[in-house]
């Protein structure tokens, strides 16, 4: 079969003649479910289109498929699907929360409010008592402070016959 050829519409007419394939069953549920756990692990899979596959193959077949998806794929799933929900440990947990999300019964969580900003501090009017104040004030930041030493070793010793 060449690259043109619509596998989608061959998958689409064989279902619909399913009648002249009756030893593919097994094959066409594990066709089904491969084709629907590449689609969730896929990166771009929104919520949005879990819903939609949900919802094109009913909640059981969804079921089926979603608990074949390997646990590490299931995280990436739910982690994008509900980026500020809660971090779920077990994988039989995060397979029930995409569940519920697919089926609308839980929606995704909000994201965290953020702190409000403290309010900044007013500063004094400016005027000949500040000004005043100031002027003392500039004259010793201007001098460096001297610097403490740490008298150590021998120096600490003559220091402390001296006293």
């Known amino acids: 079969m060449g690259e043109e050829t619509d596998f989608f519409r061959l998958l689409g007419a064989i279902g619909g003649k399913a009648a002249l ?5 097994n094959a066409a549920r594990k066709a ?6 590449t689609q969730l692990i896929a990166d771009g899979t929104t919520l949005d289109e879990v819903r939609q596959i949900r ?4 909640p059981a077949a969804f079921a089926e498929a979603l608990d ?7 995280k990436g799933l739910l982690t994008r699907a ?8 077990q994988p039989g947990d995060r397979i029930k929360a995409l569940l519920a999300l ?3 019964s839980r929606q995704p969580a909000a994201p965290p409010e953020k702190p409000a900003k403290k309010a900044a501090s007013k500063k004094a009017p400016a005027g000949k008592d500040a000004a005043a104040k100031d002027e003392p004030l500039k004259d010793q930041a201007a001098a460096p402070a001297p610097r403490k030493r740490k008298i150590t070793g021998r120096a600490a010793l003559r220091v402390s016959e001296e006293r």
Not at 55 to 58: I, K, M, S, V
Not at 82 to 89: E, I, R, S
């Open 21 to 25: 394939f009756p030893a593919a069953g």
């Open 82 to 89: 509900d980026p500020h929900g809660p971090a779920l440990a």
């Open 32 to 37: 089904v479910n491969e084709i629907v756990r």
């Open 55 to 58: 919802t094109l193959l009913g």
């Open 102 to 104: 697919a089926d609308g």
């Open 68 to 74: 074949g998806v390997p646990a590490p794929k299931t």
